[in-house]
């Protein structure tokens, strides 16, 4: 079957437009947005169809299979609905596979994986359920016996699963860590950083993977380095790479027995190995903010000790301005970029801020409560929010350079609290990428000096939305000339834009005589009609079952849906009104809330009645009930 371009086989039917060489024809199901994308890209592969089949029979969520048949067609290729075949006429490489299959993805999230994988029961789910939109996640790669289609240590084999990589001094290639792989206390830690990774399996947000750029295919090549590429870019970007222990995926090392599908010329493969150096010179991407430095001394590998690296700053991309650290993090020995050091005694920055403007609207017993800043900057006010006792923090912030030192300030002193690189509208009317359905429902939300960035529409849009995500609102401002399509900062017009909200407390402007870095600044509090009452006081009808897969989440996020008392129930009430498809799309559903609530608190309240009786939340309420949360937040209708 001959072909000069990129096709879309739907099943069984070739389509083909030759008026364009690269276009690309929709298939059955088209429109369906799915939960997560995977992309097989393949060079005369034999077992790609055990592959697709693999996936489709372990997969929990709604997956689609993008095959990229490179040059090549197998005689046969089925994989129903969930299966989309694009063809190149001619090999042009993994990399341009990978980026053609990305382009036409549907899925929030994107896998890319070897033609010739194995992969863990509900293995989707699980890598969904832990993912933030900055993160590269990688499952524990087990070892595929092909032949019996299982992990070759069901066959004998006694080797350690493969969890930890580290980056090889000379040639900055992936080196399997042979120490931390055997070291079974390490096994208790189900989501660990990694430093790099072998490139047979991947999994990350679709949208983060643009954000990186995508493959490089120009200075690459082809093939070469694609997990160090990916290894650099995310880590040296403020974001992060994680092996995820909960799931797993069995990768076959096919050497010569079953034949290399890739076949790449000397050239090729050179052009990326002598590319990849340039990152220990901080000279290899221009959307690089941390130097090389930082990650040999975050993972201290093998091999390292005698090797000297010099950070220069002047290599690494310019902070356009607003994208700074402008707040003071002081860790001895540790250098993040401090601003203005004359503001560290001031009572209009930092600490003297958080204490003067901000903590009097807070309550003296923040425990069960949700905390959330938007403009977080590095993360000073989420540490010190921490610190009177919020059980959660979370901080939308839309500049890479503090998000990055915010989130290393934040794990060196080894505090759990959320910092998300989002952003919230601009001067031109972007909307941006900023979802309120990924942040928990606050207690306080804070807006130090922030709202007034927001184009007005985004402003706007963002405060319908807000009176049902939080209790309390904290706005701390002074007056700044802008543009009239952007917020407004004075007084009158932050209490206009809360008008249909309650004034709780006001804190108008300090004296500025004698402070080392003065400042015209106050601060307003308003309240919702969210409410915070005690979780006994709730009114439900009970529901044993509930209450058990809620308990046992509480213990276990690995668990098997299927196999709860939870599932059981189902199918013995509704046997003769829901199929088993139906059942296990709804235990699944299920499982995944209570697995989120867990990890992420409390996302929407409750909704009760007057007599707080509860109309809905009947499973966020149980798992909270699990995690000992003594109050709730709800909203009364």
């Known amino acids: 079957m001959k072909s000069l371009g990129l096709y879309i086989l739907d099943n069984k039917k070739l389509y083909k437009n030759s008026k364009k060489r690269y276009n690309i024809i929709k298939t059955r199901g088209h429109n369906i947005m799915h939960d997560l994308s995977i992309i097989i890209p393949s060079l005369n592969e034999p077992f790609l169809q055990r592959t697709i089949d693999d996936i489709l029979e372990k997969a929990k969520t709604n997956v689609e299979i993008i095959a990229v048949l490179d040059g090549y067609w197998p005689e046969s290729l089925t994989g129903g609905d969930n299966l989309r075949i694009v063809h190149k006429g001619k090999t042009v490489g993994m990399r341009s596979n990978i980026n053609a299959a990305a382009r036409i993805a549907k899925g929030k999230y994107l896998l890319k994986c070897d033609a010739h994988c194995m992969f863990d029961e509900g293995f989707d789910a699980k890598l969904i359920a832990d993912c933030e939109k900055d993160w590269i996640s990688i499952p524990t790669r087990k070892r595929l016996d092909a032949e019996k289609w299982c992990p070759t240590s069901e066959t004998g084999d006694t080797r350690p699963d493969i969890n930890y990589l580290y980056v090889d001094s000379k040639t ?12 079974r206390s390490l096994d208790e830690i189900k989501i660990d950083d990694c430093m790099t990774f072998q490139g047979s399996c991947w999994f990350m947000h679709r949208d983060y993977f643009f954000e990186l750029g995508g493959m490089d295919e120009e200075n690459y090549g082809t093939f070469r380095k694609e997990p160090q590429e990916l290894t650099f870019k995310c880590w040296l970007s403020g974001g992060r790479i994680i092996r995820n222990k909960n799931t797993w995926y069995a990768h076959l090392h096919k050497g010569n027995k079953y034949g290399r599908g890739y076949k790449v010329d000397k050239t090729d493969w050179a052009k990326g190995d002598e590319y990849i150096l340039k990152w220990s010179t901080d000279e290899a991407w221009d959307k690089q903010t941390i130097p090389f430095k930082w990650l040999i001394e975050k993972f201290n590998p093998p091999g390292w000790e005698n090797v000297t690296l010099k950070a220069d700053d002047k290599k690494l991309k310019p902070v356009a301005r607003g994208r700074k650290v402008y707040q003071n993090l002081k860790i001895e020995g540790e250098n993040f970029n401090p601003a203005n050091t004359n503001r560290e005694n001031s009572k209009f920055w930092n600490e003297g801020k958080f204490q003067n403007f901000i903590k009097p609207h807070l309550p003296e017993d923040c425990s069960d409560m949700t905390f959330v800043e938007m403009g977080t900057n590095a993360g000073l006010f989420l540490r010190m929010a921490k610190d009177l006792g919020f059980r959660n923090a979370v901080g939308i912030e839309k500049d890479r350079t503090p998000v990055a030192e915010g989130k290393r300030y934040r ?11 989002r952003t919230l509208g601009g001067k031109f009317g972007d909307s941006g990428n900023f979802d309120f359905d990924e942040i928990p429902v606050a207690d306080y939300t804070l807006m130090s000096t922030f709202h007034y960035y927001i184009d007005i529409n985004s402003w706007l849009k963002y405060l319908d939305t807000l009176s049902n995500k939080t209790r309390y609102c904290i706005i701390v401002s002074r007056h700044v000339s802008k543009k009239h399509w952007m917020a407004l900062s004075d007084l009158p017009d932050v209490r206009k834009y809360f008008e249909d909200w309650e004034q709780v407390n006001y804190i108008p402007e300090f004296p500025k005589e004698g402070d080392p870095n003065p400042r015209d600044l106050w601060s307003i509090c308003f309240k919702s009609k969210l409410e915070r009452i005690n979780i006994d006081d709730i009114k439900i009808k009970g529901s044993d079952a509930v209450s058990e897969l809620a308990n046992e989440i509480k213990d276990n996020d690995d668990i098997n849906p299927f196999e709860t ?14 199929n088993d498809k139906t059942i296990k799309k709804f235990v699944a559903d299920k499982t995944k809330l209570l697995i989120d609530i867990k990890n992420n608190g409390q996302r929407d309240p409750l909704i009760v009645q007057e007599d707080n009786k509860l109309s809905d939340g009947g499973h966020r309420l149980a798992m909270l009930k699990a995690l000992g949360y003594k109050n709730v937040i709800v909203r009364r209708v």
Not at 172 to 183: A, I, Q, R, V
Not at 565 to 578: D, G, H, L, S, T
């Open 565 to 578: 008392k939870y599932y059981k129930k189902w199918v013995a009430r509704k046997n003769n009104i829901w």
């Open 411 to 421: 794990d060196l002193l080894g505090y759990d609290y959320k910092i998300l690189k």
């Open 172 to 183: 900055l290639g992936g080196t399997l860590w042979t120490s931390k792989n055997e070291d």
